[in-house]
DNA sequence: TATGAATGAGATTTCATTCAT
DNA sequence: GATGAATGAAATCTCATTCAT
């Protein structure tokens, strides 16, 4: 229908296929069966390769039930995604400014982000995957972008105001361009499968991101 | 959405029964016929999207033609992909080395990759999609970054050598690094549509570029 | 619906599914074919019960050649309509005015038109049961009968005008009505199963419309 | 659209099993609650388009109740119907024989049909639809229609004892397909969307009655 | 009685691929 | 080489009906 196409009511109406949150604890259970289900197969499979029909079997539910909770693969992905912490999804500094030392939480929280990419690698992989092919992520994800750059070019521009950082950058693209180097050197590594050791990448990643900024020692 | 018979398999396994080159005149210009309207229907449709019956209707030909000279929608996309020049594939410094002026270096390769972004943003963002699809694409990618981030690691290493650049930077991961900034930061730009002005961003990626490696004035 | 119900292009828009008629002589015939199995279905199961799949199955193709042709069940079943006559669908006495001898006029058309009716029964009895339930075919029937009521109208207003028919009818409403009575009437004996003799209903109809309109013999 | 999984033939053999008679006062209210959300959900859906589930959730119950009360769709369309009241299903002049006056008799009923339609319009619409599409309800309204006839044919058939209407009309044949055009152009008007005026067709409907049958006055 | 989650059969529709002309 | 009709596998989605609580 596709869809439906399908538009159900006489008038041609189509009724936005809103799902309720399950009533019962049975409900919620077999809910959560089937994401963790759609998370599998996801891993396993790519979202594109992936039925529902494989979700549904995997999860021990009827085929029909699928659409108890979810109207879509997308839905059901989204479902899976919010399990991802929203620190996990962007590099970050956010602790930066209160920082006596800004290197080292810069180093901190690079390191905190590899750690999770490698973590939830096959996630990020998919997501990768998704954000090109459907534009509701696609633009969920710039969204997200964005507000790491905004949080992380403030800090920027309060370092340059303490004289800590080149005055020369400007904030917003720097903080968008450091913040895609670690983003992409993570998909670089995990996804497309270098086998840099995860340490030195945090490392290096570090330095070139202290460099970048010409960070000066604040003692 | 009903499946596609084909490609079923993310690991790429697919036999490709290969295609003779075509013999005549005529040939040669149906083929080239089918890859120009092949660009066209990926870059309004995405690689996904388009179907072969689009292809060979915006080529004007048969549908059964299209097997005369490609195997599947891989292998035309594979063509169109031959008219993106290789340097415009990665961000790359391989200049650098002979150049008496490496910032200059930095910022001419660093311009012209943007604006090569640019001009193919359509299809960059289909090269995206496909490399997080089909294996194959995704093998090919790895191999071209590989070998670019080997030549700027090289460029890395002798300008060390020469005390021009912060020698505790791992020549390799750095290298592979400041690619992926580059390329991420003009996949955000021209892919989710961020709208930051070429010429900026440009300077502002040399200018982090070289404080990353601290790039001595050679003078 | 079907595939997401169901937009192809990317950028949402559906294109609407307009089938080429066949090029070629082959194609013809398929397409003939399936008209007639069709109809065979339609009247077999009525429109509601028959699946796609029984009429490729009766017309001796794929399931898929379906889609060559036409678009929807409710397409194939226009291309069926279109079989029946045009002065089948409604009861008509188009000649009354010309006619020197009204009597024998009104008799033959109900004549005529109750043969026809009997005929097409079943196909009839479809379009009665498509018409309530398509809204374009509702609105279809709802053309023709107006169009009919209209020459009808003008028939026994050229009556009343040469004193041969009761001048205190509307002509307009009087033509609707003596139509919907020989139509009701040929559904309730061939579509409900009423058992009356076509010869004695035409000549009771026929009867019935001369006393109404009150026709004063011409002689 | 997916197919219903009941009611597959047309035949109408469907096996019912009998639902009791609601025995609690909660239960009466239920049902009655369960009743209405059917009409209402009826005519805005149709009968074909009408889900079990819109019509529970319209009643404020679960899905589950509805099989307490009913045992399915055609089951509640039958309970809905019988609000509507016997004399409104065909047109009728059962007062005809005492009447002194038939064409007063006739005026009054074909009146009081033409308003009663109006003012259930929407439901004989539904009537429409189901009689064409389910047998059981196909044999409800011929057994309706020839209960009417009879008693409308025997009304005829005094009249012409008494020397009063055109004695060469067959009874049974006039009184069905007077009756049938009443009942036509009924549906003509209301369903279709014709936009004639009730008094005016309810004029021209006993004129047109009275021509037919040829009454003579009784004075 | 009432609830609402669970079930699963089954039709539609797509489109890459083949093949007779 | 070119044509375009024919093929058929496969996945989605619906919703009447059942059933455990």
Known sequence: MPRPTTSRREDGSTTV???????TV??????ARLVAAARTVFERDGFLNARL????????????????????KEEIFQAVLEELQD??????VHDLVDADDPVSSIAASTHAYLESYQRNAKLMQLLEQVANVDDKFRELRKRRADAFARRNAQA??????????????????AAG?????????????????????????SDTLTQLWVNALKIQPTT
């Open 17 to 23: 296929p809103h799902r309720e949150p399950p009533l």
């Open 26 to 31: 049975r409900g919620a259970r077999t809910r």
């Open 53 to 72: 029909a494989d979700i549904t079997t995997e999860a021990g539910t009827a085929s029909g039930s699928f659409y108890t909770y979810f109207s879509s």
């Open 87 to 92: 620190e996990m999804l962007h590099p970050h």
């Open 156 to 173: 920027i521009r309060d370092l340059q105001a303490r004289g800590l950082a080149d005055p020369k950058l400007n904030p917003i693209l």
């Open 177 to 201: 361009s450091l913040s895609s180097m670690v983003a992409r050197a993570a998909y670089t590594n995990w996804v497309l499968g270098e086998d840099w050791d995860l340490d030195e990448l």
